[in-house]
C-alpha cells in the first residue's frame, strides 16, 4: 500500500463526531468564502456523510454530521439567531434543493439569511429576499428564496489555484 491509500484509508477511519474534526471543519469553512467550499464537500464525500455548517449572527460555527442521505438543520443551544448561513453537502451527489432542503428553507425564513449546498458539480446558493411589488414599488412582507444556477467547481477555481486537490490536505490520523 503506498502513502496515498495510507492517508485514504485512515481518513475512511475518521470520527466525524470527535472534537478534532469538528475543529477541522469548522477551520476549513472558516477559511472558505466560497472558492474554498470544496474542501468540505471532499471531506464529505471521502467520509461517506452530509454535514452542515451554521454560521451564527455572532459568527459561530456549529456543525452536524448526517448520513450519506440526510443531515438535519437543527438550530444548536447558544446560537444567536438569525444565522448567516447555512451549508450542507450532498456527498456523491449534485448540487440541487432536494425537497426536504425546501422544507427546511421554508421554516428557515426570517431566521436564515443565506444557504448553499454543495455537491459533485458545484456549489449551489440561495438568499432570502424581500420581493417588490410591481404595481405600488414597495417591499412585499413575503419573503422568497432566490433562485440561482449551480457554480461548477472547476469554474470557481479558474486562475484562482494550481489544483484543488494539490492544495487540500487532510488532517493527520492514526490508526
Given at each position: 500500500m503506498d502513502e496515498n491509500e495510507k492517508t485514504i484509508s485512515r481518513a475512511l477511519l475518521l470520527d466525524v463526531e470527535s472534537e478534532y474534526s469538528r475543529e477541522f471543519v469548522i477551520e476549513q469553512a472558516k477559511q472558505a468564502k466560497q472558492e474554498n467550499w470544496h474542501y468540505i464537500y471532499l471531506l464529505s464525500q471521502l467520509v461517506s456523510r452530509e454535514v452542515s455548517i451554521l454560521v451564527d449572527s455572532n459568527d459561530n460555527y456549529w456543525?452536524?454530521?448526517?448520513t450519506i442521505g440526510s443531515v438535519e438543520l437543527s438550530p444548536p443551544v447558544g446560537a444567536v439567531l438569525p444565522f448567516k448561513l447555512w451549508v450542507h453537502t450532498h456527498p456523491s451527489n449534485t448540487a440541487y434543493w432536494s425537497i426536504t432542503d425546501?422544507?427546511?428553507l421554508e421554516i428557515?425564513?426570517?431566521i436564515l439569511e443565506k444557504a448553499m449546498v454543495l455537491g459533485e458539480n458545484g456549489s449551489l446558493t440561495t438568499m432570502l429576499h424581500s420581493a417588490k411589488s410591481l404595481d405600488t414599488g414597495m417591499m412585499n412582507s413575503d419573503?422568497?428564496?432566490t433562485e440561482q444556477e449551480v457554480i461548477p467547481w472547476?469554474?470557481?477555481y479558474?486562475?484562482?489555484?494550481?489544483r484543488v486537490y494539490d492544495?487540500?490536505?487532510?488532517?493527520?490520523?492514526t490508526l
Open positions: 456543525v452536524d454530521w448526517g425546501r422544507n427546511s428557515a425564513k426570517g419573503m422568497q428564496w472547476p469554474s470557481i479558474v486562475g484562482k489555484y494550481q492544495t487540500f490536505e487532510l488532517p493527520k490520523f
